[in-house]
Nanobody, 125 residues
């Protein structure tokens, strides 16, 4: 089992920045592809970003490219999502997830085995 805990969400004005953190338990963090998803009220959960086992390969949803950056520190068992130039449409609960997939580019929710509790991000206009 992997236990994931997100933090860093909050209320921010449009154009502002937030950094989300996801702390993972266990000693096998480096064996998991890590992703971020988000879900707004009344909408389906959507892919945001993914990072492979060693941090060498990254991918993002088109809606956040150029604004968000995903990174990981396996020594600290932590994955981050730096969010810049935030827009009201970024408002959602953000979830960290861990995947045992052998593909690094995991963009589907069903590819993930463990999920955090989520952290709320609200962007005011």
């Amino acid at each position: 089992q992997v236990h994931l805990v997100e933090s860093g969400g909050g209320l921010v004005q449009a154009g502002g920045s937030l950094r989300l953190s996801c702390a993972a338990s266990g000693r096998t963090f480096g064996m998991y592809v890590m992703g971020w998803f988000r879900q707004a009220p009344g909408k389906e959960r959507e892919f945001v970003a993914v990072i492979d086992w060693n941090g060498g390969s990254l991918d993002y949803a088109d809606s956040v490219k150029g604004r968000f950056s995903i990174s990981r520190d396996d020594a600290k068992n932590t994955v981050y999502l730096q969010m810049n130039s935030l827009k009201p449409e970024d408002t959602a609960v953000y979830y960290c997830a861990a995947s045992k997939s052998q593909r690094w580019r995991a963009t589907m929710s069903y590819e993930y085995d463990y999920w955090g509790q989520g952290t709320q991000v609200t962007v005011s206009s």
